[in-house]
């Protein structure tokens, strides 16, 4: 496309994530516009459309083959992805999918063979903290060894309080698989092992929810991932990584923002969810995708992320059942993600 | 214009500041594009036009009068801003004047009273601060009076080295100009008279830079706010912004981002420069001044406010030359402004 | 004295302060005794006495007296002092005096010229800042010339709120006397002028009293130490320091202690009082005293020091009263203080 | 005693530790002297002995039968401890016994059941971070419940470099142990379990030492501490705990101290080591110690909690071995203990 043309983009699942989507690419990000949203709900599909000049539908099929479409955002619960993945993988269309590329990793692993085959990578997968400021921060220093080669990654991830019918495999599939896409692209290698232990429950959790958990990864080169996942914390979102290396540690997620002294107290405000914490992250994971779009490719985590993201995150939902360690099961690597 | 037309922008001033402006039109802010960018040294806009679909010149009045631009961003030095913000207003084009405004106040209030003449505000001044999330969140406290009423307010203001060519007048007009902005904005009111102070001379300054110099503003309801501005601290950039009111204190510019352990201490990085702190307030500035621009207006400070603050930064040198309390000389306020 | 001999101390005054140092003296340091408490309130000496086998009395200089007494703790109200330095004067015996060294200049010049007559030093005043290990390692830097020469110093100091009774000249006296005479022990130099401000009046300090202040002063060397007097700012006890050096900044008073996240918001607790905050500093500053006073002399701050900051806040008195520059006047160093 | 009987401790063991508590009690506490000092090096005692008026010897238990000593400091390494402790329950004498309480828990427990036969608890273990003032403030924070319960805890504990000889099995029985006693102190429940995982090694560790190590426990109401042994972290001495409770967090360790801008970064300098980070704890202990055996009793931990913590260590050291959890083997508490 020239310079001048905008990418023309298919917005599937019109919900709370993909609304934000809608208003990023309407409002914040050049070079792009929507050309077609897409929701089950015909409502949300015109809300998030709202003022666009643009396609219309409940039928994200028929949004991947629109013609006036270049490139497709997938903001669908996770069961819809396979199908929609492999049309647009049929078309050539570029994909940001947000996570989870698929929801298991049989499926995921079938995206990953097809995308294979047509042998140039065009799906995204939507890990936005891999452009936080402070993770990117994070990912130099530990590339450049700066600090000597990690040992073993603390990691907290905090949510005020869960949705409805959030279950306890979703605090691995839903939310600790952030941490296990981050402890790959930090660590540059494969996980191969999981264990869950779950600490004393706290009694504002929902019935049935174990809540909090301490979920344990192994890499390939033994580096330790210990991962606190307590989506009832009730103070609001907070993510942590500490980098525990040779020389020296580095950590993302202290507070920061106006200091505030009061009352008896000084501090400040913590995040109210995920989208205030890393709105950047968003903007500048959706800005570097269009751009790498209008050439038909991408700029971040890959399929295979997605897939070994998914294959961790069975054998933690393994080990939540069994108390011990479960194994990571990874297909060979096909050589183009290499 | 419609949804769909872009902003057509001609940029005016290609150096340092217009040249990063440039790459935001292109590459960051949806709904505008780069029509015109304009620089007396053409070397210099084609930089900046770089792969941009744009008219190219040494003549920024051609600029203003290219019947393809909707607006101009305007960043050459102040000394031009006069004449080229007077045919902005002939023209009624929306204007991003990077500050100053004008060089001095005789000036600034002629840009005034021609805009006030036309009887719309379509010139907003640079003062990017007031994008800043923090300075943001600062002035939603500061206005809900939840802290109390504000009594003062202790500012720092600091940079690793002056560029050459630095001299003691600029210290106000060039650095200090930032606070007075802010200290109108975030106290909703006039600043009255100034006083500098000169603390002892860092022997790392540059000869004839009395560096760092101790500035004290006093508002029309007795606030007072004390500014150290230190252009050669020689460890980056800072800005922090501390106000106290009747039932506490916020503080703005607090350190933050990847913590670090390492040899022997704890800590950081500091910002490097003013882009480097206020990226993200660059970003939103020219995004909501794009926005309001498609519909002929503003979205932030505008002339009166460039105007009074040169009006204080005025008092500021008086001051300097004086070594006591100088009045801060204002016009009455056009209604366009009230 | 053998080391096996304990000092003797008679504790004049027994006030709030002096009940706190007979509990230091009893409870905390070894190597020193209460043998003679002294108070006009004889209910108010036996309670601090209480336990300790010791005289009595409600006649300080009886106590000054009393042969079974090696050293003076004196933490009466200031007009006492001068009398009862000279009598220990007289005696020879070592003291520490709580600040003020005298209720003004004139009279603590007159203490320091019999000082100077006996020809050793043996009153200490107690100005506890200069053992809290912050401000301890703050003087290292400086003394150090680490971050180059100090050119300002930022300085705020806060109380929860004002005691009954307490005068727009006590915001001197009382409180920024601490400040007069750390900057004097940080930067190595005398202060020469003072100016005081009057910010904006909180609409919460008690009628009568311009709360805060904002108080300037420069010392020979031209170096400026500006100072927020705040003694009803809402929310607890803060004495901040920040030293801007040629190099780099170094600040003392950061907030510490146990980082919670609650309900929303991230920090920690404000120290209720300056007791609170200064306990160490008050345990070294004693512990410190009673070993030179075994020997009969001092360790920390002299006579000389405590006229010096006497000269400074009248000054500042001075300064409240007129609006400008006041002069510090100081008479001759005599040669025992060089 | 009567109050102006100085307490007459014999200091057995004048190694680093014991010279350090040989200064802190003839200089930093009221109350107590030293009367004996025993090393099996005599040149070490009549060093840490310097200027006291005591007797000096090389014979640990002469130390305890000299009828001139009230109480003793047992500062020898460990396998001394037991003859020694059951010499003073002989006499009746109060002890402060550095840790451990003994080598391994068999032992401990004869001490525990001796002890129990004499019917009132007169040994104190020298587990001082339950003096620090954070640690003080976090476990009034638990106790009262103001975070709801507590679920899990975080820890870290971090020294420069470890010293010759510090085997595997030492990562425990010399360093979590310190965790082992503050987990159950802040908890109030005995841990039943322990597994030790083993990340990447540092390239930096001696040979033959695997550092760090991650350390699990389980408590009886299944809340899980995790700590991060790390002995060479090669930035210096670091100890951390945060306490996830149901309705927030608390953590004990943040960075404090004088903050630095200088050369690029933001700052502060790290604890050297244990005795830097603990001082004021080690006091506070000592002091408190020496008030409770004025009337022959303790105040802290007892030798139950001496005896829970090998018990603890030992279930570590064989987890080490097995890669599993390991059972907490406890003996009945005897009653004296409840």
Same mark, same amino acid.
């Given at each position: 496309?020239?310079?001048?043309?905008?990418?023309?983009?298919?917005?599937?699942?019109?919900?709370?994530?993909?609304?934000?989507?809608?208003?990023?690419?309407?409002?914040?990000?050049?070079?792009?516009?929507?050309?077609?949203?897409?929701?089950?709900?015909?409502?949300?599909?015109?809300?998030?459309?709202?003022?666009?000049?643009?396609?219309?539908?409940?039928?994200?099929?028929?949004?991947?083959?629109?013609?006036?479409?270049?490139?497709?955002? &997938? =903001?669908?619960? $996770?069961? %819809?992805?396979?199908? #929609?993945? @492999?049309?647009?993988?049929?078309? +050539?269309?570029? /994909?940001?999918?947000?996570?989870?590329?698929?929801?298991?990793?049989?499926?995921?692993?079938?995206?990953?063979?097809?995308?294979?085959?047509?042998?140039?990578?065009?799906?995204?997968?939507?890990?936005?903290?891999?452009?936080?400021?402070?993770?990117?921060?994070?990912?130099?220093?530990?590339?450049?060894?700066?600090?000597?080669?990690?040992?073993?990654?603390?990691?907290?991830?905090?949510?005020?309080?869960?949705?409805?019918?959030?279950?306890?495999?979703?605090?691995?599939?839903?939310?600790?698989?952030?941490?296990?896409?981050?402890?790959?692209?930090?660590?540059?290698?494969?996980?191969?092992?999981?264990?869950?232990?779950?600490?004393?429950?706290?009694? &504002? =959790?929902?019935? $049935?929810? %174990?809540?909090?958990? #301490?979920? @344990?990864?192994?890499?390939?080169? +033994?580096?330790? /991932?210990?991962?606190?996942?307590?989506?009832?914390?009730?103070?609001?979102?907070?993510?942590?990584?500490?980098?525990?290396?040779?020389?020296?540690?580095?950590?993302?997620?202290?507070?920061?923002?106006?200091?505030?002294?009061?009352?008896?107290?000084?501090?400040?405000?913590?995040?109210?969810?995920?989208?205030?914490?890393?709105?950047?992250?968003?903007?500048?994971?959706?800005?570097?995708?269009?751009?790498?779009?209008?050439?038909?490719?991408?700029?971040?985590?890959?399929?295979?992320?997605?897939?070994?993201?998914?294959?961790?995150?069975?054998?933690?939902?393994?080990?939540?059942?069994?108390?011990?360690?479960?194994?990571?099961?990874?297909?060979?690597?096909?050589?183009?993600?290499?």
């Amino acid at each position: 496309m020239t310079d001048r043309d905008e990418l023309r983009i298919a917005l599937i699942g019109a919900g709370r994530m993909g609304a934000d989507h809608a208003r990023r690419i309407s409002g914040r990000i050049s070079g792009a516009r929507l050309a077609h949203v897409s929701d089950l709900s015909l409502d949300n599909a015109k809300r998030a459309a709202a003022g666009a000049d643009c396609a219309v539908g409940d039928d994200p099929l028929a949004a991947v083959h629109d013609p006036g479409v270049d490139a497709v955002l &997938l =903001a669908t619960p $996770g069961p %819809a992805h396979e199908e #929609l993945l @492999l049309a647009c993988l049929e078309r +050539g269309l570029p /994909v940001l999918c947000e996570k989870p590329l698929t929801p298991d990793s049989d499926s995921a692993l079938r995206v990953v063979r097809a995308e294979a085959a047509l042998g140039r990578r065009t799906i995204q997968v939507g890990f936005m903290r891999r452009f936080d400021p402070e993770y990117v921060h994070l990912k130099a220093l530990l590339d450049a060894r700066e600090l000597g080669a990690p040992l073993t990654l603390h990691c907290a991830h905090r949510n005020a309080s869960s949705p409805p019918g959030f279950s306890d495999d979703m605090m691995i599939t839903d939310s600790v698989v952030h941490e296990a896409d981050t402890a790959r692209w930090l660590l540059g290698e494969e996980i191969t092992e999981v264990s869950v232990l779950r600490p004393r429950r706290s009694a &504002l =959790a929902p019935e $049935g929810l %174990a809540d909090p958990q #301490l979920v @344990l990864m192994r890499t390939a080169s +033994g580096t330790i /991932v210990d991962v606190e996942i307590f989506v009832n914390c009730g103070f609001g979102y907070q993510v942590r990584c500490e980098a525990v290396c040779e020389r020296g540690t580095a950590l993302v997620g202290a507070d920061h923002g106006v200091l505030r002294h009061t009352a008896g107290t000084w501090g400040g405000t913590v995040a109210a969810d995920f989208r205030d914490r890393f709105e950047r992250a968003y903007d500048d994971e959706v800005r570097r995708w269009v751009a790498a779009a209008r050439d038909g490719g991408i700029d971040g985590p890959d399929a295979w992320d997605g897939y070994a993201a998914a294959a961790v995150t069975e054998a933690g939902v393994r080990a939540q059942a069994t108390g011990g360690w479960a194994e990571v099961r990874l297909a060979e690597r096909p050589p183009l993600y290499r």
